[in-house]
């Protein structure tokens, strides 16, 4: 199985500021990488589809990059809504695996 | 809009059996593969398996196989989930959602429902 792995695990920040989660695969993935947004409570929420391609309706704030096994979700000022947990998944191979995940608290 | 709405959770003792349902509405059901994805209290998201549109073929993670079966009715644009011989370590959160064609192979997961809590217990 491909393990994907984040960082940091936590992340505190404050409005406006420019927040970068990582997100290593244990093996190359070409692409293959989604993001989520989760808040407490509701389900995930994609944002990025592969590895840089917003989904439809998500905020232009937010942006993915890299390939084969490093990967980044940038938010480029954050704003209060986008406090969450946020996940990577990749879909190169089965089973589909997700990382560990990513809590953005407020500072 | 797209809508996947949850049920069947409960409490049930190891070993035993449960049947989660999802009811889907707002897209054309047997265009999709469809998928359950499971979140233990306070963890991760696991991916627990899958179904095709409308040939049925199904994929199951190693933590589930020969325990659950993923089946669909097109008719009643439902899909389910029929857990058995269930261990303490199957109590989560279990998410129903829509699968995203994206490449030759993979897919991810554009539409989730609100989940539907599963809690194995003595």
């Known amino acids: 199985d491909i393990q994907m792995t984040q960082s940091p695990s936590t992340l505190s920040a404050s409005v406006g500021d420019r927040v970068t989660i990582t997100c290593r695969a244990s093996q190359g993935i070409s692409s293959w990488l989604a993001w989520y947004q989760q808040k407490p409570g509701k389900a995930p929420k994609v944002l990025i589809y592969r590895a840089s391609r917003l989904e439809s309706g998500v905020p232009s704030r937010f942006s993915g990059s890299g390939s084969g096994t490093e990967f980044t979700l940038t938010v480029s000022s954050l704003q209060p809504e986008d406090f969450a947990t946020y996940y990577c998944q990749q879909y190169n191979s089965y089973p589909w695996t997700f990382g560990q995940g990513t809590k953005v608290e407020i500072k | 809009q797209v809508q996947l709405v949850e049920s069947g959770g409960g409490l049930v003792k190891p070993g035993g059996s449960l049947r989660l349902s999802c009811a889907a509405s707002?897209?054309?059901?047997?265009?999709?593969?469809l998928s359950w994805i499971r979140q233990a209290p306070g963890k991760g998201l696991e991916w627990v398996s899958y179904i095709s549109g409308s040939t049925s073929y199904t994929k199951y993670a190693d933590s589930v196989k020969g325990r659950f079966t993923i089946s669909r009715d097109n008719a009643k644009k439902s899909l389910y989930l029929q857990m058995s011989s269930l261990r303490v370590e199957d109590t989560a959160l279990y998410y129903c959602a829509r699968d995203r064609n994206d490449g030759i192979v993979g897919r991810y997961f554009d539409y989730w429902g609100q989940g539907t809590p599963v809690t194995v217990s003595s």
């Open positions: 707002g897209f054309n059901f047997t265009d999709y593969y």
